[in-house]
Each structure stands twice: as C-alpha cells, then as structure tokens.
C-alpha cells in the first residue's frame, strides 16, 4: 500500500533532506515539494494527500495555523528545529513530531507509525463491519481496541469523543458524526445531540433518561419517539 505524501518546508536543504530518506522507503510517495502552506493547499485540492511532512516556522502562514485550517487532515508529521511546539503539536492529533536534524532511524519510526495507522483506517472500512466484533481508536499517540459489546455509550465532548465501554474511558480526537456513521445503526442509537448508545446495554428508561447501571443519560425531547420505538416498543411483553 502506497502512503502519497508531501514535504511542506521553506528552507529548500531540509525538503531535498525529507526527499531523499523517503525515497529509501518503498511505500512513501512523494507528490510534491512544498515552499510554504499555499502551495501546499493547491495541492491538496487537486490529489489525495495521505501524510504530509509539515514544517512549522514558515513564512506567510506557520504549519499549525495551516493544519487548523483544513477540514480534512491528512496524517501529519510535523519536522521542525523547534522542540517548543510538541505539546501543542499532539493537542493537534499529529501523527509525529520530527525535531531537525532529523536522523534516518527516528524518520524510519515515524514513517511507519503512519504505515500502521493507514493500515488500520483501511481495515476499519464499512464493508467489513458487520464481520468485525472490534475497532480501533487514536488515544493519545496509542491504538485502542475496542470491542463493540464493551461499548456502552459514546459522547461527543467539544472536539473530542469519549468512548465509554465497561471498564474503561476511551478520550479520542474525532468527530462525533464520524462515530455516528460508523456504529452500527442495528445495535447502536443516537438518544442526544451528544451521545450515542448500546442498545442492549439499556437497563431501563426512566422519564427522559436512559439508565444504564448507575450511569444516567438524556434523551433529547425530539428523539424520544423513536427511542421508544426502537428500544422499548418493539420489544415490549404486552397483554
């Protein structure tokens, strides 16, 4: 599997730097060299980037301000000669952060880093959904298995999604209409604006309030209808 990538950088020695490791790397493709962020975001609108190599300090427009500018991010690296941006670079859900100069062995690790995330995003696809009994999430800079009959509810949280199974709390970088589509519309549903839960996990239903152990949920007066229609009155004993 191909990774098609593009090496974002004013300083012309660190992009020839960049282009020269990745060409030793034989599922790393280099579409492009970038001299700042616009040329950069031409390219994006006309070819399916999936990593980019982004520096931070350029001119006109710094990688972070860029990164927060699109609506779908690629992966991203970000290689920089500054070690001040990392907190703020994984706050952004970056794949890696690569502090120049950068050595083959640390540009090896982070490449393929991002061959296993490709990986994984393309073994989570719809298709094979219904044959799967886990996926996997972003936490942090860590992969997390999770099963499906663990799940019991998911909530959006401003930018981020909590995923909450059993046993544990899942924080994840995502949007929560990316988790609504992906969950199975059988045995997952969308109670609130910000939550979405299992519909087998459901002890009971209490006025506007969904009870799940001593875990309590709210069901937002516009969805009520079919909450109880899913949940209740198609599987309701009645005389």
Same mark, same amino acid.
């Given at each position: 599997?191909k990774i098609?990538c593009i090496?974002?950088d004013?300083e012309?020695?660190a992009r020839?730097?960049?282009?020269?490791y990745a060409?030793? $790397?034989?599922? /790393?493709?280099?579409?492009?060299?970038?001299?700042?962020?616009l040329? &950069?975001? +031409?390219i994006? !609108?006309?070819? +399916?980037?999936?990593?980019?190599f982004l520096?931070?300090?350029?001119?006109?427009?710094?990688?972070i301000d860029f /990164?927060?500018t699109?609506?779908?991010r @690629?992966?991203i $690296?970000?290689t920089?000669?500054?070690?001040?941006y990392?907190?703020?670079?994984? #706050? =952004?859900? *970056?794949l890696d952060?690569?502090?120049?100069p $950068?050595?083959f062995?640390r540009f090896?690790?982070a490449?393929?880093k991002?061959k296993? %995330?490709q #990986? =994984?995003?393309s073994?989570?696809?719809l298709? &094979?959904l219904a !044959?799967s009994e886990y996926?996997?999430?972003r936490?942090d800079?860590n992969?997390e298995?999770? %099963?499906?009959?663990? /799940?019991l509810f998911?909530e959006?949280?401003?930018n981020?999604v909590? =995923?909450?199974?059993?046993?544990r709390?899942? *924080?994840?970088? /995502?949007?929560?209409k990316?988790v609504?589509?992906?969950l199975?519309?059988?045995?997952?549903?969308?109670?609130h604006?910000?939550?979405i839960v299992?519909?087998?996990?459901i002890d009971?239903i *209490?006025g !506007? #309030?969904i009870? $799940?152990? *001593?875990?309590?949920? @709210?069901?937002?007066? !516009?969805l009520?209808d #079919?909450?109880?229609?899913k949940?209740?009155n198609?599987k =309701?004993? +009645?005389?």
């Amino acid at each position: 599997m191909k990774i098609n990538c593009i090496i974002v950088d004013d300083e012309p020695l660190a992009r020839k730097g960049i282009a020269e490791y990745a060409a030793e $790397i034989d599922f /790393l493709e280099v579409k492009a060299e970038c001299e700042n962020s616009l040329e &950069a975001n +031409k390219i994006l !609108n006309l070819q +399916k980037i999936d990593l980019i190599f982004l520096d931070i300090q350029m001119p006109k427009m710094t990688g972070i301000d860029f /990164l927060k500018t699109l609506r779908e991010r @690629p992966m991203i $690296i970000f290689t920089t000669a500054y070690s001040d941006y990392a907190l703020q670079g994984y #706050e =952004l859900d *970056v794949l890696d952060y690569l502090v120049k100069p $950068i050595s083959f062995e640390r540009f090896l690790k982070a490449v393929n880093k991002a061959k296993e %995330f490709q #990986e =994984l995003k393309s073994s989570n696809n719809l298709a &094979a959904l219904a !044959n799967s009994e886990y996926f996997f999430v972003r936490c942090d800079n860590n992969f997390e298995k999770i %099963f499906y009959n663990d /799940l019991l509810f998911a909530e959006a949280l401003t930018n981020y999604v909590v =995923l909450q199974t059993k046993t544990r709390k899942f *924080v994840s970088y /995502l949007t929560f209409k990316s988790v609504e589509d992906y969950l199975p519309a059988d045995t997952f549903i969308k109670v609130h604006k910000s939550f979405i839960v299992s519909i087998s996990k459901i002890d009971k239903i *209490v006025g !506007n #309030e969904i009870k $799940i152990g *001593v875990l309590s949920i @709210p069901i937002s007066r !516009n969805l009520k209808d #079919e909450v109880m229609d899913k949940v209740v009155n198609r599987k =309701l004993l +009645k005389r």
